[in-house]
């Protein structure tokens, strides 16, 4: 079994930055992709920005250049730093995990979710 324990959410004013953070517990497991999602009321999760095992990023078209996704294996942990920050990035931030266990299975965890209101 793995958690994730998001952190860093919160209210910044239109322009501002925040920095997400996202730790991985658990026991007997390795994970392959990191990434981060967003849902903002009365719409779909969407995917953000992504990260793999090797640092292969992706980002969502409309946080190219704003957003920045990183990770620190030996912590178990992603982060997504987020710089000129707009009214339509407020949203429930989720990160996700792609994990293998010891056994090759795979599984997916989804951390409780941070809220990030941006104020114009």
């Known amino acids: 079994q793995v958690q994730l324990v998001e952190s860093g959410g919160g209210l910044v004013q239109a322009g501002g930055s925040l920095r997400l953070s996202c730790v991985a517990s658990?026991?007997?497991?390795?994970?392959?992709?990191m990434g981060w999602y967003r849902q903002a009321p009365g719409k779909q999760r969407e995917l953000v920005a992504g990260?793999?095992?090797?640092?292969?990023?992706n980002y969502a078209n409309s946080v190219k250049g704003r957003f920045t996704i990183s990770r620190d294996n030996a912590k178990n942990t992603v982060y997504l730093q987020m710089n000129s920050l707009k009214p339509e990035d407020t949203a429930v931030y989720y990160c996700?995990?792609?994990?293998?266990?010891?056994?090759?299975?795979?599984?997916?965890?989804w951390g409780q979710g941070t809220q990030v209101t941006v104020s114009s």
């Open positions: 996700n995990a792609d994990v293998i266990a010891l056994s090759g299975s795979r599984y997916g965890y």
């Open positions: 658990g026991s007997r497991f390795s994970i392959n992709f």
């Open positions: 990260i793999s095992s090797g640092g292969t990023r």
